[in-house]
C-alpha cells in the first residue's frame, strides 16, 4: 500500500464523514440508480440514506469501521453487524423512518421493495454480516477496502464464523471472491438489476 490506513471502529461521530464517503462509492452503483434514476435526486438522498443506517442501525452494534488517511480523513467505510444482532428492530426501524423519507421521498417504497428482498433471503444462521462497504472515488486503488476487509475477517475467522454481504455491482463480486465469498444464488427486483447474495464460510 502506498500509504499507512488506520483501521478503527467507527463511532456516532463519523456518521456523516462515513456516509458521505460511502455515497460517493454509491452513487453510479446499479440498485441505488434503480431506486433513485435521477443522479442528482440520488447524490443528494445518499448521504442521508447511509447516515440514517450508520447511525441507527449499524454503528450501534459496534462493529462498523472507518479507514483513515494519513491526515485523519474517511477514504473508506465498512457497516457491519456481529452474529447474534438483529439487523433491526421495531424501535430501531421507526427510528430510521424519516431518515428514509428524506432521503428517497416518493422512491421509499422502492427502497422498502430492496430491503424486504435482502430481509426475505438473509441467512437464518449466526454470521457476521457486512451491510455495506464502499471507498471514496478519489481513494481507490489505495488498500481501503482491503485494509477494512482484512481487519474484520481476522475476527470473523478467529471465531470460526460465518460472513454474509449482498453484492449489488456485478464488478465487485470477483473482488469480494478473492476474499474467501463465494456467490449463493441471485436476487431480483421488478425490473430492476440482480443482486447477489455471497458467504464465506467459516475457517
Not at 456516509?19 to 442528482?40: C, G, K, N, Y
Not at 445518499?46 to 462498523?64: E, K, Q, W
Not at 449489488?168 to 447474495?197: C, K, M, Q
Amino acid at each position: 500500500m502506498s500509504e499507512t490506513i488506520v483501521v478503527r471502529t467507527a463511532g456516532q461521530s463519523d456518521v456523516d464523514a462515513a456516509a458521505r464517503t460511502l455515497a460517493e462509492a454509491f452513487q453510479h452503483d446499479p440498485v441505488m440508480s434503480w431506486i433513485l434514476p435521477d443522479s442528482h435526486r440520488r447524490a443528494l438522498g445518499l448521504p442521508r440514506f447511509f447516515a440514517t443506517m450508520a447511525r441507527h442501525i449499524f454503528v450501534p452494534g459496534g462493529a462498523s469501521e472507518v479507514a483513515l488517511r494519513p491526515d485523519g480523513t474517511v477514504g473508506g467505510a465498512a457497516l457491519w453487524t456481529p452474529p447474534h444482532t438483529a439487523q433491526s428492530s421495531t424501535i430501531s426501524e421507526l427510528r430510521t423512518m424519516p431518515g428514509l423519507w428524506r432521503a428517497f421521498g416518493r422512491r421509499v417504497l422502492a427502497a422498502k421493495q430492496v430491503g424486504d428482498l435482502l430481509k426475505k433471503n438473509h441467512p437464518t444462521e449466526p454470521h457476521w454480516y457486512l451491510g455495506m462497504i464502499g471507498t471514496a472515488p478519489d481513494a481507490r486503488g489505495g488498500g481501503f477496502g482491503h485494509a477494512l476487509l482484512r481487519t474484520r475477517l481476522e475476527t470473523v475467522d478467529a471465531e470460526g464464523a460465518l460472513a454474509y454481504l449482498e453484492s449489488s455491482n456485478p464488478v465487485n463480486v470477483p473482488y469480494y471472491e478473492r476474499f474467501g465469498f463465494a456467490v449463493t444464488g441471485e436476487l431480483h427486483l421488478p425490473d430492476g438489476p440482480p443482486i447477489w447474495p455471497m458467504l464465506r464460510s467459516p475457517r
